[in-house]
């Protein structure tokens, strides 16, 4: 049982903000073995009243208004940020400036120049920084990191993965910050294509070129009337609003090692739920993983006797350590959700904070997955090729 703690900051109760509260809280119960114990110190919110509320639902022991004084506060060691992309920047440089530690939600920032900007001002401050791409935290996704690392699948030739959800596809859904360029940047893209992005760029390694194109269907939509994020509703006679950026999202994509493939997102997928899948083939296999059933693997293998030809499914669990907060023993497949993923991201990020490397995926991860974004937006605005510098 860990004896130093780790005082939490952190920003927004919304869908994430819960969802890393819950993190924090099951991390600390679930790994004997982890180094420091999370203290779940102070939320701050945008008024102190929602503040309030969710700290007294959460279980921090103080709360603000003013996340400028928190981020300040001598106590806290780690400030964890969860409000929408376009405050990602100023809260993160503020917390890397009072030097303590970051952990931010995704996309890093709305813009390239501010992700760049943090990530400098981490090195300088020796602070560390860690990303929430939850998606590369699956046993999924690291069973097929194990593999592929063994050459399972051989030399790496293609990777095709998408993240659909359905969750916008009513138009009389309101608008949120979610649509608008300045306070999210790109639509479906940054929201859920960066989640694939970041799956690519974990199994297959650095991007070096992409094409983009985009698509918004519903232009408009009705201001929000009751309730915030994913919960918000509009009344009939709400005020229109116009949807800045885009629905869905489609990218050839080719890789420095001469793989190639395609990614896209949509916001508007009808039926789609947790519709983030992908796969990667190589000269002797292919693996594929599909979000809704992200326990499991299917891999083939082209050196498998003819008699067994075919996709074979794997349950992944125990092959990755961090697995074992959950079962200590050898149980794969026995079943992980999605908030629990969240808890191996704590688990990886408190682990990073103690040793001598950098956390994974750090904030230059995050920025190497926004050169990728920005190509793409860029490339479907005049067309063409965008190498990435
Ligand atoms: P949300 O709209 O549900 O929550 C945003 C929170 O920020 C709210 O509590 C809001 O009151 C708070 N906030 C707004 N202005 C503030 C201010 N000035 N000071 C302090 N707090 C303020 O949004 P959601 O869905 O939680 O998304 C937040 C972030 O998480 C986004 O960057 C998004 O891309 C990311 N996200 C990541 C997911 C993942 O799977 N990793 C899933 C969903 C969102």
Same mark, same amino acid.
């Given at each position: 049982?860990?004896?130093?703690?780790?005082?939490?900051?952190?920003?927004?109760?919304?869908?994430?903000?819960?969802?890393?509260?819950?993190?924090?809280?099951?991390?600390?119960?679930?790994?004997?073995?982890?180094?420091?114990?999370?203290?779940?110190?102070?939320?701050?919110?945008?008024?102190?009243?929602?503040?309030?509320?969710?700290?007294?639902?959460?279980?921090?022991?103080?709360?603000?208004?003013?996340?400028?004084?928190?981020?300040h506060?001598?106590?806290?060691?780690?400030?964890?940020?969860?409000?929408?992309?376009?405050?990602?920047?100023?809260?993160?440089?503020?917390a890397i400036h009072a030097g303590k530690h970051?952990?931010?939600?995704?996309?890093?920032?709305?813009?390239?120049?501010?992700?760049?900007?943090?990530?400098?001002?981490?090195?300088?401050a020796n602070v560390?920084?860690?990303?929430?791409?939850?998606?590369?935290?699956?046993?999924?996704?690291?069973?097929?990191?194990?593999?592929?690392?063994?050459?399972?699948?051989?030399?790496?030739?293609?990777?095709?993965?998408?993240?659909?959800?359905?969750?916008?596809?009513?138009?009389?859904?309101?608008?949120?910050?979610?649509?608008?360029?300045?306070?999210?940047?790109?639509?479906?893209?940054?929201?859920?294509?960066?989640?694939?992005?970041?799956?690519?760029?974990?199994?297959?390694?650095?991007?070096?070129?992409?094409?983009?194109?985009?698509?918004?269907?519903?232009?408009?939509?009705?201001?929000?009337?009751?309730?915030?994020?994913?919960?918000?509703?509009?009344?009939?006679?709400?005020?229109?609003?116009?949807?800045?950026?885009?629905?869905?999202?489609?990218?050839?994509?080719?890789?420095?090692?001469?793989?190639?493939? /395609? =990614? %896209?997102?949509?916001?508007?997928?009808? *039926?789609? @739920?947790?519709?983030?899948?992908?796969?990667?083939?190589? #000269?002797? !296999?292919?693996?594929?993983?599909?979000?809704?059933?992200?326990?499991?693997?299917?891999?083939?293998?082209?050196?498998?006797?003819?008699?067994?030809?075919?996709?074979?499914?794997?349950?992944?669990?125990?092959?990755?350590?961090?697995?074992?907060?959950?079962?200590?023993?050898?149980?794969?497949?026995?079943?992980?959700?999605?908030?629990?993923?969240? /808890? =191996? %991201?704590?688990?990886?990020?408190?682990? *990073?904070? @103690?040793?001598?490397?950098?956390?994974?995926?750090?904030? #230059?991860? !995050?920025?190497?997955?926004?050169?990728?974004?920005?190509?793409?937006?860029?490339?479907?605005?005049?067309?063409?090729?965008?190498?990435?510098?």
């Amino acid at each position: 049982m860990a004896t130093k703690t780790l005082n939490v900051g952190l920003i927004g109760s919304g869908f994430m903000g819960q969802a890393h509260a819950d993190a924090w809280r099951r991390a600390g119960l679930l790994y004997a073995d982890l180094p420091l114990k999370p203290v779940l110190h102070t939320l701050a919110d945008a008024t102190a009243s929602i503040a309030e509320q969710a700290a007294k639902r959460f279980g921090f022991a103080h709360w603000t208004a003013d996340w400028r004084e928190m981020v300040h506060h001598p106590e806290i060691d780690i400030v964890d940020i969860t409000t929408p992309n376009n405050m990602h920047f100023d809260m993160a440089l503020a917390a890397i400036h009072a030097g303590k530690h970051v952990y931010c939600e995704k996309p890093l920032t709305v813009s390239l120049e501010e992700a760049h900007i943090l990530v400098e001002e981490a090195r300088k401050a020796n602070v560390k920084t860690i990303m929430a791409f939850n998606n590369i935290k699956t046993p999924a996704a690291q069973l097929a990191k194990q593999m592929i690392e063994r050459g399972e699948i051989g030399e790496l030739t293609r990777f095709r993965g998408w993240f659909d959800q359905g969750f916008f596809n009513d138009p009389n859904l309101p608008w949120s910050w979610r649509c608008s360029r300045e306070l999210a940047g790109s639509g479906s893209l940054g929201d859920l294509g960066s989640h694939v992005v970041s799956v690519a760029q974990y199994l297959m390694g650095p991007v070096a070129s992409v094409i983009g194109q985009e698509q918004t269907f519903i232009s408009e939509r009705p201001e929000a009337g009751q309730g915030s994020g994913y919960g918000a509703t509009a009344s009939s006679q709400s005020v229109k609003k116009r949807v800045e950026n885009d629905d869905q999202f489609q990218a050839l994509v080719r890789f420095t090692n001469q793989a190639a493939g /395609v =990614i %896209e997102s949509s916001r508007i997928s009808a *039926g789609k @739920v947790f519709g983030i899948a992908w796969e990667v083939s190589g #000269t002797e !296999g292919t693996i594929i993983m599909d979000g809704e059933r992200f326990n499991e693997l299917k891999i083939a293998r082209y050196s498998d006797s003819n008699h067994d030809r075919g996709f074979k499914t794997i349950y992944a669990g125990s092959q990755v350590d961090s697995f074992a907060g959950f079962f200590g023993f050898d149980f794969a497949g026995g079943g992980l959700g999605y908030f629990d993923i969240k /808890v =191996i %991201e704590i688990y990886d990020l408190i682990k *990073g904070l @103690v040793s001598n490397q950098p956390c994974f995926p750090d904030f #230059t991860f !995050g920025y190497e997955n926004q050169k990728i974004i920005d190509a793409m937006i860029r490339s479907s605005n005049r067309g063409g090729v965008v190498s990435i510098k």
